[in-house]
């Protein structure tokens, strides 16, 4: 009911969207006129200095050279270039050719290629990137060095990716130049560069090389994968998460070979339960399920039993931190029969009932879930409830959402649990000025759920192809549309902000989580189920959020067969709404009431429009609570002039968006009297 401003409004002055169009567009000049030009070789000693230098001033808290002369509450915000997209690679490492630095050329996605680079430098990390100099495979003090950046997606694990490791190998290298016009190595999919944990960097380069180095002998390749086993174990210990997961995955390569298998079946277990761990503390489930899965032994010695339970028991966790209930019931009843002492297998048991229940019969206890709210706690624990609908194609609309039963009004349409939602308050909270070279637009996005989200699609690719069969204007370059290879999963980064930008919503401030984390913002997720409801002005559903969870009611009664709608924009203002949902969700609104609105004179808007501001004013400065009735006569007065801007007729039976909010002012401040 407040008026439709909040704390993460965004001013921007005309001269700084200018200054951010030509700053791209001068780029994108360069870069067309250097393009194919042999990369000219830099000064080491110059381009170390450069680097510390940036370093040490981004340390020191320095102005970030991305940032946009755009004010909020809490500071400026990074301004980036979108619309440019280009395709992961989805080639093997191993059937990529070798390239050195001295032949990257000027604004060219070198194809079929992969170079291997050593990090020269300390790292500069920037809110939205960080970079750093790095010298070929073979380059030491002296040689060959480059620039090397890693955009939006910098960070894996909690920690900057640059920093995690001092070798990578880049698959497919892109050469071009920054907004500030510097020629640089530039990743923008995190798969398309290959992180080789130091300690495991020789053997990978090794089997890139011909594999040379490789493990000969089955007794000899039995203790390297012990000793990987050992490594493991003791990066587990110290809490270094990706090593140790590097080290049981080599260790596994060689303990899965037949002539290993065959002579210690069990080694290859014991690395695969071993990972299984680590991987669900990483949130990478799809893996931990299928590590748990193949350590199963079915022996019936104690030992055995003992060692299953513990397998069950990770599969089941895995399945229920995706979604899979009725799996991961399966796996902890199995577990019980093992090890039927074990309280939080019993704990997740009843869990999964009650997940099962959501799922079937929409039994939500709200209240309950909403007690349980907090800012440490915002997300849900509870299944989706999504059998009164269907998806089918809407004409002139793609596809929408369908209802598959009569639904009547008041009534729960669906709860869907968000995909993937980041708080205002958390850190992974991030809000960008984005221009975008494909519609010459500026916008305000959240690249903060767009970070989130790749990252969770790269930890669990069983569920990339639900989030890209959304709808984004990149649909890819339709060749490599695949989710994993064998150097693991393949994310396109720029299909995913495509998709962010077209079907994310903001679940409100319910936590008080008022855009205080790391790069301020309001709170945004993803609603995979909800994001195929079309807009309407004049909508059968509306929304509410309880934390994570979407909740869609009816507010009139739906026929099966009928597609649901529910507004995306609810401006009074028949200008701002069109203008919002063109510029967000690219498309204008056409149905009755904008046809009618559309009709109006340009006289009658406008007074409607001083109205509801008026309105808006109104209700920002008169509690309801403790309206006086002078308060409430004056707000009668501006409800009866708003009224009258309507043409009774035209308007009939279609709701008065501009007299919304004076309404609902209205009608608590007669409850309360």
Not at 323 to 330: F, I, L, R
Request: aromatic fraction near 6%.
């Amino acid at each position: 009911m407040a008026p439709q401003h909040d704390e993460n409004t965004v001013f921007m002055t005309e001269q700084e969207a200018d200054r951010i169009r030509n700053t791209i567009k001068i780029r994108l000049q360069k870069c067309s006129e250097l393009a194919g030009h042999a990369r000219e070789p830099r000064e080491p000693k110059d381009a170390i200095r450069q680097a510390t230098g940036a370093s040490l001033m981004a340390d020191m808290g320095a102005a970030d050279p991305d940032a946009a002369q755009t004010r909020t509450q809490r500071g400026t915000l990074p301004a980036m270039a979108v619309g440019q997209p280009y395709p992961p690679c989805a080639i093997p490492l191993r059937d990529l050719q070798p390239m050195k630095l001295s032949d990257l050329r000027m604004d060219i996605h070198h194809r079929g290629r992969r170079l291997a680079v050593k990090r020269a430098s300390p790292v500069v990390t920037l809110v939205a990137r960080s970079w750093t100099m790095v010298y070929g495979e073979d380059g030491e003090e002296g040689g060959e060095i480059e620039r090397l950046e890693v955009c939006l997606h910098k960070i894996r694990h909690g920690k900057d990716i640059l920093e995690s490791a001092s070798e990578f190998i880049i698959k497919e290298p892109y050469f071009t130049l920054t907004d500030q016009g510097e020629a640089t190595l530039r990743v923008d999919h995190p798969s398309d560069l290959i992180v080789c944990q130091d300690e495991t960097a020789n053997n990978t380069l090794a089997s890139l090389n011909g594999g040379k180095d490789d493990v000969n002998g089955v007794a000899a390749a039995e203790e390297f994968a012990k000793a990987c086993k050992d490594q493991g174990n003791t990066a587990l210990e110290k809490q270094n998460l990706p090593l140790a997961h590097a080290k049981y995955t080599e260790g596994l390569k060689v303990a899965r070979q037949d002539t290993v298998s065959d002579s210690n079946p069990n080694l290859a277990r014991d690395l695969s339960r071993n990972r299984a761990h680590v991987n669900l503390l990483l949130s990478q489930f799809d893996e931990a399920k299928a590590d748990a899965k193949s350590s199963l032994t079915g022996r019936e010695d104690q030992r055995s039993k003992d060692l299953d339970s513990k397998a069950y028991f990770r599969a089941g966790s895995a399945a229920y931190n995706l979604g899979e209930y009725q799996e991961a019931k399966g796996y902890f009843e199995e577990q019980q029969k093992l090890s039927p002492g074990n309280d939080t297998a019993r704990a997740y048991l009843r869990n999964i009932e009650k997940r099962l229940q959501e799922q079937e019969n929409g039994a939500f206890n709200f209240k309950k879930i909403r007690a349980g709210l907090s800012r440490s706690r915002p997300r849900v624990d509870a299944a989706s409830y999504v059998g009164n609908t269907e998806i089918k194609d809407s004409p002139g609309r793609g596809r929408g959402l369908f209802a598959t039963r009569d639904i009547p009004a008041g009534e729960i349409v669906m709860c869907e649990k968000a995909f993937c939602v980041v708080w205002g308050h958390e850190k992974e909270a991030l809000t960008a000025m984005t221009y975008d070279v494909r519609d010459d637009r500026i916008r305000v996005s959240p690249v903060g759920l767009t970070k989130s989200l790749v990252q969770k699609l790269l930890c669990n690719p069983s569920q990339i192809g639900k989030v890209m069969d959304l709808y984004g204007d990149y649909q890819g370059d339709g060749k490599n549309d695949v989710s994993s290879i064998e150097d693991g999963p393949v994310v396109d980064t720029f299909r995913v902000h495509d998709i962010v930008s077209r079907n994310a919503f903001g679940p409100g401030n319910q936590l008080g989580d008022s855009g205080d984390g790391a790069g301020g913002g309001a709170s945004t997720g993803l609603w995979v189920r909800a994001a195929y409801v079309n807009h309407s002005c004049v909508p059968n559903a509306e929304k509410e959020y309880v934390g994570d969870l979407l909740v869609l009611r009816a507010t009139q009664p739906v026929a099966a067969g009928q597609e649901l709608f529910h507004a995306y924009d609810q401006s009074g203002d028949y200008e701002s709404r069109q203008r919002a949902l063109l510029t967000t969700w690219g498309f204008t609104c056409g149905c009755a009431l904008c046809a009618a609105e559309e009709g109006d004179e340009p006289a009658a808007r406008k007074r409607r429009k001083a109205l509801a501001d008026e309105a808006d004013a109104f209700v920002g400065r008169e509690p309801w609570a403790r309206a006086k009735r002078l308060a409430v006569v004056k707000a009668k007065r501006i409800a009866r002039d708003i009224e009258g801007t309507y043409d009774a007729e035209r308007y009939k039976g279609l709701p008065r968006l501009a007299a919304r909010t004076i309404q609902e002012w209205l009608g608590l401040a007669g409850e309360r009297r």
